[in-house]
Nanobody
Framework: QVQLVESGGGLVQAGGSLRLSCTAS????????MGWYRQAPGKQRELVAT???????NYADSVKGRFTISRDGAENTVYLQMNSLKPEDTGVYYC???????????????WGQGTLVTVSS
């Protein structure tokens, strides 16, 4: 069974930094892309950043220049370095992967359980 496990959330003051990690485990043949999404209280889940297997990245305008997504392909791990955090960055951050499990005929979208990031003003 494939699963994504996130870590690194917590409480930080505005202007501070946090680093999130997410590792995909299980029998995985290939990972096409990984990314981070977040959901603030009372709001819909939104894209934060994604990284494709070839290294191409995509960021939400609100985090460009402050957040950096990176990936360790050998470890099936994606990171999100978050700098200059703002109170509006507060939310539950979810890891996402587009991957091919062993024995599956197609790629699947898998989500982590989420990790809470709270930025105080």
């Amino acid at each position: 069974q494939v699963q994504l496990v996130e870590s690194g959330g917590g409480l930080v003051q505005a202007g501070g930094s946090l680093r999130l990690s997410c590792t995909a485990s299980g029998s995985i043949v290939s990972i096409r892309a990984m990314g981070w999404y977040r959901q603030a209280p009372g709001k819909q889940r939104e894209l934060v950043a994604t990284i494709a297997s070839g290294g191409r990245t995509n960021y939400a305008d609100s985090v460009k220049g402050r957040f950096t997504i990176s990936r360790d392909g050998a470890e099936n791990t994606v990171y999100l370095q978050m700098n200059s955090l703002k109170p509006e960055d507060t939310g539950v951050y979810y890891c996402n992967a587009d991957l091919l499990p062993l024995g599956s005929p197609r790629f699947l979208e898998v989500w982590g359980q989420g990790t809470l990031v709270t930025v105080s003003s």
